[in-house]
């Protein structure tokens, strides 16, 4: 009996990896253009980063679970359509966005923190702030800035790849992140 399309196999990605690889990738675009916003302008800067924040926040749970999903059920095995250089690259790419997103996860709420900000959803104020830490809070945003730019290069780079692999090697790579892997009669790894 054919397993859950649900998991992922070793020739592709179940439905929770294509969901949640898609609200991620919709929530990282959001939080980045929100990010970008502050102090662009002259706008208003506290309400800019509140908004970036807060998208930030409400995405935290799906982005994390990305990360844990990935981390717990591995990457698929390589299409025997599928060039090995361009797999080993795939893997690669998504293994480095995937570390750059736990350090945006872990440095943005640090950020508002060491900077004497407290940490708010929209209106709701979920932690207080604490005495500001100049010196930790100037690592931090070069650390964020830094990390958000790789992840945007490293969203580039992926699209690239997606246009790559439609149009030039037509090796089906990208069916792997829109359809679920049926798995075969014998089950999965």
Known sequence: MPQSRLQDTARGYGWISIG???????????????????GAGGGDFEAALRLH????????????????????????????????ISFGLGMLLHY?????????????PLL???GGLPLQLFDWTLLPPVTPKPAAFALLLKF????????????LLHILGVLFHLPIAKDRTFEKMMIADKGDSAGRR
Do not use: E
Request: glycine residues 8%; hydrophobic residues 60%.
């Open 20 to 38: 949640l690889h898609w609200i991620s990738a919709i929530a990282i675009v959001a939080i980045w253009i929100a990010g970008n916003s502050i």
């Open 112 to 114: 508002a923190w060491c």
């Open 96 to 108: 480095g966005l995937l570390l750059c997103m736990i350090g945006m996860l872990v440095s943005g």
């Open 53 to 84: 924040t807060s998208l930030a926040l409400s995405a935290y749970a799906v982005l994390a679970a990305r990360i844990f999903w990935r981390l717990k059920s591995g990457h698929p095995g390589r299409l025997p359509t599928q060039w090995r």
């Open 144 to 155: 964020h800035a830094t990390t958000a730019s790789m992840l945007m290069i490293g969203v």
